[in-house]
């Protein structure tokens, strides 16, 4: 009985490294179309058992990690304007980060609207929609980044950093787009 026990035992501990191991494995697959597969793979894993080899849970699940973090950017920027935090020619290119940011959770929402209604007869028509979203969401937080060329000061800095983050995440969903696009549905 005690042999029996101890096969059980191994056999589902197996079990469950086998499905972790997979789990694992459909986020790698899923990241290694983008560019940047460490963050992909961070903010995607969670994804994994539900997500599988779908592309377009993917892309989905890509848009979504994006929009919550450019809200998230959106609401900082506008804290930080709000309490006059920056000074000189930052001032100014905040003001554009704070309507750039605006503009980038909108587009995002509008991808993620068109993914979640995807249709075979309107394929190519949605990507196309989509994939121009994020672009211009890319353009917006590019926009931004711009401002903070060469940051002097903690706040520059962070935001700086903050910011770049978020664009490196629509780089990514816009990469799993592009995947979904290519493999269609």
């Known amino acids: 009985m ?16 086998k499905w972790g191991q997979s789990a694992s494995n459909y986020v790698h697959d899923a ?9 992909c793979i961070r903010t995607l ?12 849970k993917w892309a989905r699940a890509g848009v979504s990690v994006t929009i919550g973090e450019t809200k998230k950017v959106a609401h900082y920027l ?13 001032r100014i ?7 750039c940011f605006q503009n980038a959770v ?25 994939t121009t979203w994020l672009s211009a ?6 926009t931004c980044v711009d401002g903070f060329e060469n940051p002097k000061g903690k706040q520059a800095k962070t935001l700086r950093s903050r910011v770049l983050r ?14 979904l696009a290519t493999s269609g549905l």
């Open 2 to 17: 005690a042999n029996a026990n101890i096969c059980l035992t191994l056999l589902l501990l197996l079990t469950f490294l």
């Open 31 to 39: 990241c290694s179309v983008t560019r940047y597969r460490a963050l």
């Open 45 to 56: 894993a969670p994804f994994s058992s539900s997500a599988k080899t779908s592309p377009s």
């Open 78 to 90: 506008l804290e930080v304007k709000k309490h006059r935090e920056m000074r000189g020619r930052y």
């Open 93 to 99: 290119a905040l003001s554009d980060c704070v309507e």
């Open 106 to 130: 909108d587009e995002l929402h509008g991808s993620l609207g068109v993914l979640r209604n995807l249709s075979a007869s309107n394929f190519d028509t949605q990507m196309g929609d989509v």
């Open 137 to 142: 969401a890319l353009t917006d937080q590019d």
């Open 166 to 179: 978020s664009s490196y995440l629509t780089s990514n969903a816009l990469a799993l787009v592009n995947k």
